[in-house]
T-cell receptor, first 113, second 114 residues
């Protein structure tokens, strides 16, 4: 098991609502990335944070936003939820000295009804 | 565009037999390549990576992968499969766009039969 934790494990929301997912990085890891994994697909990169700044973003609309805190924990916020947002959301952290190797948390499964 | 292909949706192998899970990639420049495994209702676990050096990379749980630049492949292998190896395997390449984005394949389900 990695030291990356995520909460909650499962979540059910309705279309149009807003959701916040949380991630606690492995100790000493100052880079965090978020991925969306739809059912039957590989993870898709949402964005990455380094030292509290977003420094990379995938093809996701602005209603997907994030934060990274001084203790390197992170949040993913999704506004105006759509049915297609139903997925497993994965957080991954990495060390600055070995940033290419990302260690994933167990994920949060979001269901939008 | 950079991409990863895993041509097999599922691989079936008998316990004790060698296994291979295939991956090909398309990326500009030198690739950073990864294999991850996902068990049901779990996140992804890092198995191994290739950055540079020896084309045969050894990783966790007895897995290894062979980097072949001419064939743009990075196949995952294990000499003797275990039933507990049954899981979903993802190949990934790092995007060369300047940050640490991983591009994943669609995944290959490995089923090891007793």
């Amino acid at each position: 098991e990695t030291g990356v934790t995520q909460s909650p494990t499962h979540l059910i929301k309705t279309r149009g609502q807003q959701v916040t997912l949380r991630c606690s990085s492995q100790s000493g890891h100052n880079t965090v990335s978020w991925y969306q994994q739809a059912l039957g697909q590989g993870p898709q990169f949402i964005f990455q944070y380094y030292r509290e700044e977003e420094n990379g973003r995938g093809n996701f609309p602005p209603r997907f936003s994030g934060l990274q805190f001084p203790n390197y924990s992170s949040e993913l916020n999704v506004n105006a939820l759509e049915l297609d947002d139903s997925a497993l959301y994965l957080c991954a952290s990495s060390l600055e000295s070995s940033v290419e190797t990302q260690y994933f948390g167990p994920g949060t499964r979001l269901l939008v009804l | 565009a950079q991409s990863v292909a895993q041509p097999e949706d599922q691989v079936n192998v008998a316990e004790g037999n060698p296994l291979t899970v295939k991956c090909t990639y398309s990326v500009s420049g030198n690739p950073y390549l990864f294999w991850y495994v996902q068990y049901p209702n779990r996140g992804l676990q890092f198995l191994l990576k290739y950055i540079t050096g020896d084309n045969l990379v050894k990783g966790s749980y007895g897995f290894e992968a062979e980097f072949n630049k001419s064939q743009t492949s990075f196949h995952l292998k294990k000499p003797s499969a275990l039933v507990s190896d049954s899981a979903l395997y993802f190949c990934a390449v790092r995007d060369n766009g300047g940050y640490n984005k991983l591009i994943f394949g669609a995944g290959t389900r490995l089923a090891v039969h007793p």
